[in-house]
């Protein structure tokens, strides 16, 4: 007798189940202790461990009499979505011309955001927090930008017959613990951009960190709560914060960086939630005074007003920059924001290496954010003897650097606790059968 269409249906679901669980198996594999991409262990563990239960779940209904055929394949279909949007992400780690570049920016990533969770995390015992670090992956962007965890996020459609609607499936994505940062592709040819991987970890930790209400609390306390002063900074908080951090990341590297990239186009109008062109700057040079960094203040400052007699002036933004910067924390345990790094010594070990990128010298093995910060130095320095630098580039350079001494290993994982991973593994079943929900 020939097989019923019910049969042949649940074939068809068992085979597309049975692919799914094989390629997280694979994945596993890949970013296991001993695989070629250990780094990313907790990042594709992070969302496998909801996909995966959700996965079990439906493996346990099966098939057969009183099985909704229709929500088994909203939610199969919707599984592989979900999975898709990381696993294009992931992949280019696997291909040879980007392979060393991702590695070198997901390592400058870490180190950007080490620090604070770590601090975050004495601090906070006991409180369950996102420990996985940022995702970093190509984009058709001309901008760098970063999507945290809990946002939506756009690029996943419905539009299958018995598959979740593009709305079910933003939804669900908000509940996947992994932010993502997304850098253009052209930074595959162009390092000293890479530093603004820190501008969008500040994001991440400001977000996902619990930072947001006590930097806003900072800045209260320093303009007056409810004052035009405490009301704009509040309302350009993340983009401001951002810029901060990046400085106290990468020094005055970044502060570099910055200027060529607010040079292009100073007059056009700010975007909602930035401050404009001259105030970044701005941030950025006070950034640095407040570090002690006086002297590469004021390189940043005439780079500026060299680049244009048409630049406008700089504003102060040292009330808003000291405060950030200096005033304790306590989910920091009571330090302040600039204790996390140690942006001086940053500053001289990157002018140092960029010394060696424009003499065409070896270069001393050092950190990754160093290597990120010299591009950006060397660029601003000399970018004519930086683009010289042609055999082999200045980029194969600095990634073979990496590549050669780079820290291989998983990242610190910790586990979400049960109440938390039932709560968010309902919403996602739930959220992968709206659509079956909904006819």
Known sequence: MSPSRDERLDAALAAKREGLRDEFEHWHRTTAPDGPLPELHSAVGAVTRPLGAALARLEAEGGGPGVDRGAAESRIVGLHQLWGHFRDRLAPRLLPFTRDFLGFADDVAWACYEPAL?????????????????????????VPFAQVRGAAFAGVDGGRPHAPSAEHLAQA??????????????????????????????????????????????????????TPGARYWRSVLHEAFAD????????????????????????????????????????????????????????????????SAAHPALPSTGRFTGAVLGEPLAR????????????????????????????????????????????????????????????????????????????????????????????????????????????
């Open 118 to 142: 770590r601090a975050v995390t004495a601090a906070c015992a006991g409180e369950v927090l996102p420990v996985e670090p940022p995702l970093i992956h190509l984009a058709p962007s001309a």
């Open 173 to 226: 994505l908000r509940v996947l613990p992994v932010p993502l940062i997304g850098l253009p592709w052209f930074q595959l040819g162009h390092l000293p951009e890479v530093g603004f991987v820190a501008h969008e970890v500040g994001h991440v930790v400001l977000a996902d960190l619990g930072l947001h209400g006590p930097v806003g609390a900072l800045v209260d306390d320093a303009f007056g709560a409810h």
């Open 244 to 307: 901060v951090y990046g400085v106290l990341a990468l020094g005055p590297a970044y502060a570099a960086a910055l200027v060529d990239l607010v040079t292009v186009g100073p007059d056009l109008p700010a975007p909602a939630g930035y401050p404009r062109s001259e105030a970044r700057v701005a941030l950025a040079v006070d950034a640095l005074e407040t570090l002690d960094l006086t002297a590469e203040a004021e390189t940043v400052r005439d780079r500026w007003h060299s680049g």
């Open 332 to 439: 920091l345990g009571g330090q302040p924001l600039r204790a996390l790094f140690r942006t001086g010594d940053t500053a001289v070990a990157g002018r140092r290496v960029a010394g060696a990128l424009l003499a065409g010298d070896a270069l001393p093995q050092q950190q990754p954010v160093i290597l990120a910060a010299a591009c950006a130095l060397a660029f601003a320095d000399d970018f004519a003897r930086y683009r010289e630098r042609q055999r082999p580039t200045v980029t194969r350079r600095v990634l073979d650097q990496h590549a050669a001494h780079r820290q291989r290993g998983p990242r610190p994982l910790e586990p979400d606790s049960d109440a938390l991973d039932a709560q968010r593994d309902e919403l996602l079943w739930q959220q992968l059968g709206g659509a079956a929900a909904a006819g």
